[in-house]
């Protein structure tokens, strides 16, 4: 319901919830900064924040020495290939699960979901060492394998809730209309579902782009994605501020923008439809 | 809608992803368990043996196993309580009208969306370094000695950083969940007379404990999983000071090559996420029958 | 052709009976209605016929051919559901295509059948539309629409116009008859509203509790219905049922009388109420006469205007041929 408020409570609100906004949003704002100061200028007390030389250089330095690109083309296959693969295996069940409910779906459903509960931690050991033994270790197809089923769980509890919100009655009107199962799902489910799958998708990459256990343990150089081309600038020499800054910006970029597209989508399938 | 066809086809088309997970869950848990009982240590391959629950009993009478423990609790308990109080009080600020609404719910998810590694290197360098971070400018400004954050406080400082990263995970819940609150309900209220305080904890506060619990138990979930943002600021130290469950076990297996005690770790851990997951699965359980 | 028979078909959900074992036979070309209270099971019958449930047990054959285990697509049958389920990402021609792409009917028969269809439900200027652009009237056109170029051997119409406001109700009444005589394909037709049965039916099957309680054609139900149930059921305003001396001075359990047949009197006659509330509806009024020591209340119908006010006395007396009896069972005498 729209109501009167106030201007001054407005004024007010306004004010604190910036500040708290801004507050928050700092850091970022300070890498991005810092990432065009030269070198001394990212140290400088007290900081600066516009009076300094605006420059690329950082990155261009980042690029050449850490081969940014390689890196970032790692954690694109690995984030949509991942997701890719996810959803070919979901939707047949999620559809299963939505349209054609049994007795023990809910179960199921619940179990999937358990899996996700599984520290990591708990299976590093025999992971590294099947990884190891099956040539594995630091390739991409790995890394693809572990993060489709890290988030297989997710990609079909979100499809799940996403095809129970489509009306049964335009599949069985298909059915009567002379669809089989394939048809069905081709030419009436998945056009309807395309907004359901496309946020599924978009999270899903955000959650696999990120992922910091998996993809630091089973790569070291040949296979390893931005998180770990991150983590390479823990112990370095000398100043590089401004270059972390810069390798930053670079790594969270893509995926900030892509996850403010998302917003909504992020709280139902982070709850697993709890909170929708 | 359910016919004998469909339901064959159903069968058919879930038993991929059943199949894969159950693979995913069961081979490696097998294994782990296995390996606990072995003395398997990867710089000696070839001398693997049984050794029965002699690794259970090193790894949990390790005084950094407590160390361990006692951290995995602070940081999970600790970041809650950031997060969901702070989370709260965001979301009622959010949910005020205000203008610019939409600018500030971006800057305040966009943390979320920042890869542990990110975050992690830069708290540690650029605000938490006690030479040349902002914190310590800020503190040289106002005439007092820095401080070293990670060196000092590392388990808060990690604290501190991680609350960051979630923040906004709990305020974008909470603030959902507060949007599907029926504002007829509170204008039934603000009618009867109640003031803003009474109507927040008698209407708001009961509409969100179900989202509040929501969050607290995946932010549980994924707390006790934390990894990365401890091997990129402190490695764990000094000491154990800022050394968690997950870190330990890491430590074990990977740094210290000893496959026997740290999968005997992982089986710890394992029953430890389950007692938490075992809650989260009610709650949602639940909210699936709604 | 399109005769579909049932044959002792039952359907249980669970332990739980909704339809015990039932024979019908639809006539081909016969448009059939299944009319009852929500709840008697006769949009499931609907979906058994229509191969989107499993039946428990029995038979049901569609053109002499068991059809019993086949999947709806393979049973040649059109449905128009009450919530039109047209596909919201296609356009109106593509919904209209969407049965003939999937039985391969080759590209310019699919736009000539299209064409035809349009024409026929006024839809020529829609085609290029999607669903969500058009009114609710527009929508059940393009989903009958759908049904008629499949060429289907009979149509399954479940609550049609449930979801339509009441002008619109009538003209698409009007509309669906009307295709009906032109195709003359056998039609089965799923409603509550027994207006509905009662115009546009040729044989009407009155559900209840999954069980059929009578098998007729309009008036056959109108004038003899087999028991209190059909009679309640059927007619409207409500039959008026009477039990108790009255019943019995007709040797009778339970006696019925059709508000139109009773005649009423503000110098005297058979019965003596007050009158209460009436229903002015112009062409009648319907009076409740209350106090008749009958019933709760009686209605009656009353041609046109009638210058009766609340709490006048009038008589009233029941067209003697008329009077429906039923026994103790609630089953017609005579």
Same mark, same amino acid.
């Not at chain 1, 990155?59 to 890719?84: A, C, K, M, P």
């Not at chain 1, 910091?212 to 501020?241: C, D, H, R, V």
């Not at chain 2, 088309?13 to 490696?28: F, G, K, Q, R, T």
């Not at chain 2, 002699?54 to 970041?79: K, W």
């Given at each position: 319901?729209?109501?009167?408020?106030?201007?001054?409570?407005?004024?007010?609100t306004?004010?604190?919830?910036?500040?708290?906004?801004?507050?928050?949003?700092?850091?970022?704002f300070?890498?991005?900064?810092?990432?065009?100061?030269?070198?001394?200028?990212?140290?400088?007390?007290?900081?600066?924040?516009?009076?300094?030389?605006?420059?690329?250089?950082?990155?261009?330095?980042?690029?050449?020495?850490?081969?940014?690109f390689?890196?970032?083309?790692?954690?694109?296959?690995?984030?949509?290939?991942?997701?890719?693969?996810?959803?070919?295996?979901?939707?047949?069940?999620?559809?299963?699960?939505?349209?054609?409910?049994?007795?023990?779906?809910?179960?199921v459903?619940?179990?999937?979901?358990?899996?996700?509960?599984?520290?990591?931690?708990?299976?590093?050991v025999?992971?590294?060492?099947?990884?190891?033994?099956?040539?594995?270790?630091?390739? $991409?197809?790995?890394?693809?394998i @572990? /993060? %489709?089923l890290?988030?297989? +769980?997710? #990609?079909?509890?979100? !499809?799940?809730?996403?095809?129970?919100?489509?009306?049964?009655?335009?599949?069985?009107?298909?059915r009567?209309?002379?669809?089989?199962? $394939?048809?069905e799902?081709?030419? @009436? /489910? %998945?056009?309807?579902?395309? +907004?359901? #799958?496309?946020?599924? !998708?978009?999270?899903?990459?955000?959650?696999?782009?990120?992922?910091?256990?998996?993809?630091?343990?089973?790569?070291?150089?040949?296979?390893?994605?931005l998180?770990?081309?991150?983590?390479?600038?823990?112990?370095?020499?000398?100043?590089?501020?401004?270059?972390?800054?810069?390798?930053s910006?670079?790594?969270?970029?893509?995926?900030?923008?892509?996850?403010?597209?998302s917003?909504?989508?992020?709280?139902?399938?982070l709850?697993?439809?709890?909170?929708? | 809608?359910?016919?004998?066809?469909?339901?064959?086809?159903?069968?058919?088309m879930?038993?991929p992803?059943?199949?894969l997970?159950?693979?995913?869950?069961?081979?490696?848990l097998?294994?782990?368990l296995?390996?606990?009982?072995?003395?398997?240590?990867?710089?000696?391959?070839?001398?693997?043996?049984?050794?029965?629950?002699?690794?259970?009993?090193?790894?949990?009478?390790?005084?950094?196993?407590?160390?361990?423990?006692?951290?995995?609790?602070?940081?999970?308990?600790?970041?809650?309580?950031?997060?969901?109080?702070?989370?709260?009080?965001?979301?009622?600020?959010?949910?005020?009208?205000?203008?610019?609404?939409?600018?500030?719910?971006?800057?305040?998810?966009?943390?979320?969306?920042?890869?542990?590694?990110?975050?992690?290197?830069?708290w540690?360098?650029?605000?938490?370094?006690?030479?040349n971070?902002?914190?310590?400018?800020?503190?040289?400004?106002?005439?007092?000695?820095?401080?070293?954050?990670?060196?000092?406080?590392?388990?808060?400082?990690?604290i501190?950083?991680?609350?960051?990263?979630?923040?906004?995970?709990?305020?974008?819940?909470?603030?959902?969940?507060?949007?599907?609150?029926?504002?007829?309900?509170?204008?039934?209220?603000?009618?009867?007379?109640?003031?803003?305080?009474?109507?927040?904890?008698?209407?708001?506060?009961?509409?969100?404990?179900?989202?509040?619990?929501?969050?607290?138990?995946?932010?549980?979930?994924?707390?006790?999983?934390?990894f990365?943002?401890?091997?990129?600021?402190?490695?764990?130290?000094?000491?154990?000071?800022?050394?968690?469950?997950?870190?330990?076990?890491?430590?074990?297996?990977?740094?210290?090559?000893?496959?026997?005690?740290?999968s005997?770790?992982?089986?710890?851990?394992?029953?430890?996420?389950?007692?938490?997951?075992?809650?989260?699965?009610?709650?949602?359980?639940?909210?699936?029958?709604? | 052709?399109?005769?579909i028979?049932?044959?002792?078909?039952?359907?249980?959900?669970?332990?739980?009976?909704?339809?015990?074992?039932?024979?019908?036979?639809?006539?081909?070309?016969?448009?059939?209605?299944?009319?009852?209270?929500?709840?008697c099971?006769?949009?499931?019958?609907?979906?058994?016929?229509?191969?989107?449930?499993?039946v428990?047990?029995?038979?049901?054959?569609?053109?002499?051919?068991?059809?019993?285990?086949?999947?709806?697509?393979?049973?040649?049958l059109?449905?128009?559901?009450?919530?039109?389920?047209?596909?919201?990402?296609?356009?109106?021609?593509?919904?209209?295509?969407?049965?003939?792409?999937?039985?391969?009917?080759?590209?310019?028969?699919?736009?000539?059948?299209?064409?035809?269809?349009?024409?026929?439900?006024?839809?020529?200027?829609?085609?290029?539309?999607?669903?969500?652009?058009?009114?609710?009237?527009?929508?059940?056109r393009?989903?009958?629409?759908?049904?008629?170029?499949?060429?289907?051997?009979?149509?399954?119409?479940?609550?049609?116009?449930?979801n339509?406001?009441?002008?619109?109700?009538?003209?698409?009444?009007?509309?669906?008859?009307?295709?009906?005589?032109?195709?003359?394909?056998?039609?089965?037709?799923?409603t509550?509203d027994?207006?509905?049965?009662?115009?546009?039916?040729?044989?009407?099957?009155?559900?209840?509790?999954?069980?059929?309680?009578?098998?007729?054609?309009?008036?056959?139900?109108?004038?003899?219905?087999?028991?209190?149930?059909?009679?309640?059921?059927?007619?409207?305003?409500?039959?008026?049922?009477?039990?108790?001396?009255?019943?019995?001075?007709?040797?009778?359990?339970?006696i019925?009388?059709?508000?139109?047949?009773?005649?009423?009197?503000?110098?005297?006659?058979?019965?003596?109420?007050?009158?209460?509330?009436?229903?002015h509806?112009?062409?009648?009024?319907?009076?409740?006469?209350?106090?008749?020591?009958?019933?709760?209340?009686?209605?009656v119908?009353?041609?046109?205007e009638?210058?009766?006010?609340?709490?006048?006395?009038?008589?009233?007396?029941?067209?003697?041929?008329?009077?429906?009896?039923?026994?103790?069972?609630g089953?017609?005498?005579?």
């Amino acid at each position: 319901m729209a109501r009167a408020v106030s201007t001054r409570r407005k004024v007010f609100t306004t004010a604190l919830a910036w500040g708290l906004g801004l507050a928050i949003f700092f850091p970022i704002f300070w890498t991005v900064l810092t990432s065009f100061k030269t070198e001394a200028e990212a140290i400088a007390d007290p900081p600066l924040w516009v009076n300094f030389h605006w420059t690329l250089e950082n990155y261009v330095t980042v690029q050449e020495r850490s081969d940014y690109f390689r890196h970032f083309w790692n954690s694109v296959v690995i984030s949509v290939g991942s997701t890719l693969v996810g959803l070919i295996i979901a939707v047949p069940a999620a559809w299963a699960m939505a349209f054609v409910p049994g007795k023990r779906t809910k179960d199921v459903l619940m179990w999937m979901l358990s899996t996700k509960m599984l520290p990591p931690v708990g299976v590093l050991v025999p992971l590294y060492l099947i990884f190891r033994n099956l040539g594995l270790l630091d390739t $991409r197809t790995g890394l693809v394998i @572990v /993060l %489709t089923l890290i988030n297989l +769980p997710i #990609i079909i509890w979100m !499809l799940y809730t996403y095809f129970k919100e489509i009306p049964v009655d335009i599949l069985e009107a298909a059915r009567m209309d002379g669809a089989g199962l $394939r048809n069905e799902i081709l030419y @009436v /489910l %998945t056009p309807m579902a395309v +907004p359901g #799958i496309a946020s599924t !998708l978009l999270l899903n990459i955000i959650l696999a782009w990120n992922e910091a256990f998996w993809t630091l343990n089973l790569t070291a150089a040949k296979a390893a994605p931005l998180t770990a081309f991150i983590a390479s600038y823990s112990s370095p020499e000398g100043l590089f501020y401004a270059k972390l800054s810069a390798a930053s910006t670079m790594a969270i970029a893509p995926i900030l923008i892509m996850g403010w597209f998302s917003q909504k989508q992020l709280v139902r399938g982070l709850t697993f439809g709890a909170v929708k | 809608m359910a016919t004998k066809h469909s339901r064959a086809a159903a069968r058919l088309m879930i038993s991929p992803a059943v199949l894969l997970l159950l693979a995913w869950m069961i081979i490696p848990l097998a294994m782990t368990l296995y390996f606990s009982f072995l003395s398997y240590n990867l710089m000696s391959p070839g001398m693997e043996r049984w050794i029965g629950f002699t690794n259970y009993q090193y790894f949990l009478t390790d005084p950094a196993f407590f160390a361990a423990l006692t951290n995995t609790i602070l940081l999970v308990v600790g970041v809650l309580i950031v997060t969901v109080i702070g989370g709260t009080l965001f979301a009622l600020l959010l949910d005020q009208p205000f203008f610019g609404q939409g600018i500030v719910r971006i800057m305040v998810i966009a943390p979320f969306f920042v890869m542990p590694t990110v975050s992690a290197l830069v708290w540690k360098n650029m605000f938490m370094n006690p030479v040349n971070g902002l914190f310590a400018h800020l503190f040289k400004a106002l005439g007092l000695q820095p401080f070293d954050f990670l060196a000092q406080a590392p388990l808060a400082s990690i604290i501190g950083i991680v609350s960051w990263q979630w923040l906004p995970f709990a305020t974008l819940i909470l603030l959902t969940a507060l949007q599907s609150l029926d504002q007829e309900q509170l204008e039934a209220a603000e009618m009867d007379g109640a003031p803003w305080l009474s109507r927040f904890i008698h209407i708001m506060l009961p509409h969100l404990a179900r989202a509040i619990t929501v969050v607290i138990l995946i932010q549980t979930i994924f707390l006790l999983s934390i990894f990365a943002e401890i091997l990129v600021t402190t490695n764990g130290g000094p000491g154990t000071a800022s050394t968690n469950l997950t870190y330990l076990i890491y430590m074990q297996s990977l740094l210290q090559f000893d496959v026997g005690g740290g999968s005997a770790g992982g089986v710890v851990a394992i029953i430890l996420a389950n007692i938490v997951a075992i809650f989260l699965m009610r709650m949602i359980g639940k909210n699936l029958e709604a | 052709m399109g005769r579909i028979t049932l044959d002792k078909v039952r359907k249980a959900f669970g332990p739980v009976e909704v339809i015990p074992p039932l024979d019908l036979t639809i006539e081909d070309g016969e448009f059939v209605v299944f009319v009852g209270p929500s709840g008697c099971g006769k949009s499931t019958l609907l979906r058994l016929i229509a191969g989107l449930e499993d039946v428990s047990g029995g038979e049901i054959r569609i053109d002499r051919v068991d059809a019993t285990t086949l999947p709806p697509a393979k049973r040649g049958l059109a449905m128009v559901f009450q919530s039109y389920a047209l596909y919201p990402h296609m356009s109106v021609r593509k919904n209209i295509a969407f049965p003939m792409k999937m039985a391969g009917v080759p590209k310019d028969e699919q736009d000539r059948r299209i064409e035809a269809a349009a024409k026929a439900l006024n839809l020529t200027d829609y085609l290029d539309r999607r669903p969500g652009q058009l009114s609710g009237g527009q929508r059940q056109r393009v989903a009958i629409g759908r049904a008629i170029v499949r060429e289907p051997s009979a149509f399954l119409f479940d609550e049609p116009l449930s979801n339509l406001d009441a002008a619109l109700r009538v003209g698409m009444r009007l509309e669906i008859s009307e295709l009906h005589a032109r195709l003359k394909t056998t039609m089965v037709y799923v409603t509550h509203d027994q207006v509905e049965a009662m115009t546009m039916a040729d044989k009407i099957v009155v559900l209840r509790a999954g069980r059929i309680e009578q098998v007729g054609a309009p008036l056959e139900l109108y004038q003899s219905p087999r028991n209190t149930f059909v009679a309640g059921f059927i007619g409207s305003p409500k039959m008026n049922l009477i039990e108790g001396p009255e019943a019995a001075r007709h040797d009778a359990h339970t006696i019925g009388v059709r508000p139109e047949h009773i005649a009423v009197s503000t110098e005297g006659g058979q019965w003596q109420g007050r009158v209460g509330v009436s229903e002015h509806l112009g062409s009648d009024t319907f009076l409740h006469v209350h106090d008749t020591g009958l019933a709760e209340a009686l209605t009656v119908r009353v041609g046109g205007e009638v210058a009766l006010h609340q709490g006048d006395t009038v008589w009233l007396s029941p067209e003697a041929d008329k009077i429906h009896r039923f026994d103790a069972d609630g089953l017609r005498i005579g």
